[in-house]
């Protein structure tokens, strides 16, 4: 009888590692056919992966690697723009089904996490959720989403914080893709928080100098 229950535990184990390697190629095969069909693959691959599909090869990585192959002005849109659309309508699938599902959706969230996400959002309101949209991994961003959900968290609200927070993100990711190239993935992992607030940094002063710039022009202009 222990002969027998401790083959059925090493034949699931192997089913599984099975399942798991052919999961993963699928993906991934999946992920290499999708991008080579350029922006609107990439689009395709930000819905599946903002969902219940999890990508071997996220919108992040495709991005920098299409973008570090041609980063022309039109093609930073053309990219920024896919995957900030693909993965904003991936999340409001997500938050519709969590929204229906109600707590159950919450079975692999911790309460910890439940309510920090509740606090942040109720304090913070859809600046959590562009915040959020900024963090790179291993943040759980998924758990962020269905939380909203679950809280009936107001639906313009989050897909106003996704769009803010998403084109930040991919606009971060494309300017330094086109100046270095693949090695922006490995820049992300070892300092992506400070890259971002950097950059972020340095894009609100740069527009707050515009925006002055332009006001005292107006003034000289009015003053004539």
């Not at 570090?68 to 519709?96: E, H, M, P, Q, R």
């Amino acid at each position: 009888m222990g002969a027998k229950s401790g083959s059925n535990v090493i034949y699931r184990f192997y089913s599984f590692i099975f399942w798991f390697v052919k999961w993963k190629e699928f993906f991934s095969s999946l992920s290499q056919a999708l991008i080579s069909y350029g922006w609107i693959g990439l689009f395709v691959i930000g819905v599946l992966d903002s969902t219940f599909v999890p990508m071997p090869s996220g919108p992040d990585v495709l991005l920098v690697v299409s973008l570090s192959l041609d980063g022309s002005v039109l093609n930073i849109i053309k990219f920024v723009l896919a995957a900030t659309l693909g993965s904003t309508i991936g999340c409001v699938i997500l938050y519709t089904v969590s929204k229906k599902a109600g707590v159950r959706a919450l079975q692999r969230v911790s309460e910890h996490r439940r309510e920090y996400v509740r606090a942040m959002l109720g304090k913070y309101d859809l600046f959590a959720v562009a915040a959020a949209c900024l963090m790179p991994p291993p943040f759980p961003f998924k758990p962020f989403i269905l939380c909203a959900g679950v809280f009936n968290f107001d639906l313009k609200r989050l897909v106003t914080g996704l769009l803010i927070g998403r084109l930040l993100r991919y606009t971060i990711l494309a300017v330094l893709a086109r100046f270095f190239g693949q090695a922006t993935i490995d820049l992300m992992k070892q300092h992506g928080p400070k890259i971002l607030i950097v950059m972020l940094g340095v894009g609100v002063i740069f527009f707050t100098v515009r925006y002055l710039m332009s006001r005292r022009r107006v003034e000289v202009s009015g003053g004539l």
